[in-house]
């Protein structure tokens, strides 16, 4: 599967982005689906997990009540709600698919999009 994610750009803090993450391929609808961050200098981090149907998702804790994931079968597509942002919140964002996951949605994924900049300004 080949992930295409886009919906980033430059923010004020507390405004909002929604993220896109676009798969190829059939049967996107057998991939958990994640997202992570990469900040400057820091180390990537998960920042949310949706599983194959939509009905189970998980957050970090840095992003519960602020960022809402979800996912479309139908267009392949998978999004990322970003509400009340913060300029800590200011990384590379990526998604990434993996067929295998059953409970854990942080961890090594399979396939990886290219990142989208979120940028969020103080």
């Known amino acids: 599967v080949q992930l295409q994610a886009c919906g980033g750009g430059l923010v004020e803090a507390g405004g909002s982005l929604t993220l896109s993450c676009a798969a190829s391929?059939?049967?996107?609808?057998?991939?958990?689906m994640g997202w992570f961050r990469q900040a400057p200098g820091k180390l990537r981090e998960f920042v949310a997990g949706?599983?194959?149907?939509?009905?189970?998702?998980d957050y970090a804790n840095s992003v519960k009540g602020r960022f809402t994931v979800s996912r479309d079968n139908a267009k392949n597509t998978v999004y990322l709600q970003m509400n009340s942002l913060k300029p800590d919140d200011t990384a590379v964002y990526y998604c990434?698919?993996?067929?295998?996951?059953?409970?854990?949605?942080?961890?090594?994924?399979?396939?990886w999009g290219q990142g989208t900049q979120v940028t969020v300004s103080s």
């Open positions: 990434a698919a993996d067929q295998f996951k059953v409970v854990d949605y942080t961890g090594s994924y399979d396939y």
């Open positions: 949706i599983g194959r149907s939509g009905g189970r998702s």
């Open positions: 391929g059939q049967n996107f609808g057998s991939y958990v």
